[in-house]
């Protein structure tokens, strides 16, 4: 919540639920944990309105970009964190709330790497309605917003080009 509340504020939008803030933001989280679903909760950024963009790095952390303005801040979490809840909130057992305790007390600075950054943005990541669709020449499926890979002059789906996390049977 933190992050997320940290970011909006780094970028200049103050309630993301106003109708004129949705289109101006979009989040890049890197990780798949709940951190992102924190993240969505509070911003209203979603994979589905492609405000919310995934990078699978595994770290904990996201940029925040206002659309309007170009401001970008990525935000990653510390480490460092952790081992500090213990020491703020030395005489509780259970590690989930001494977090927990620790982290509301702490600073921002001292839960969060913040960094000023640039972040170019191709037209097919905008949201909005789809502004490429291309055809698969060996199974025929649409695919859109420059997701398609070419062999040679041959447009594939990326599952075509054998990039795909399934296997057929």
Known sequence: ??????????????????????????????????????????????????????????????TFLNLDTGKAFRIVSTEESRALADTLIPGENDPYKRQLQGYQRM???????VEPVEVPIAETEMPGPTKKKATCARCGQVVRDGREVYDGDEVLCRPCAGEGYFVKI
């Open 1 to 62: 919540v933190r992050m997320a509340m940290l970011g909006l504020r780094l970028v200049g939008i103050e309630d993301p639920d106003e109708k004129d803030n949705r289109k101006k933001l979009i989040v890049y989280v890197e990780i798949d944990r709940c951190a992102t679903d924190v993240i969505q909760s509070v911003t209203g950024c979603r994979l589905g309105r492609r405000s919310l963009k995934y990078k699978d790095f595994g770290i904990n952390a996201a």
């Open 107 to 113: 600073s921002d600075e001292d839960l969060f790497r």
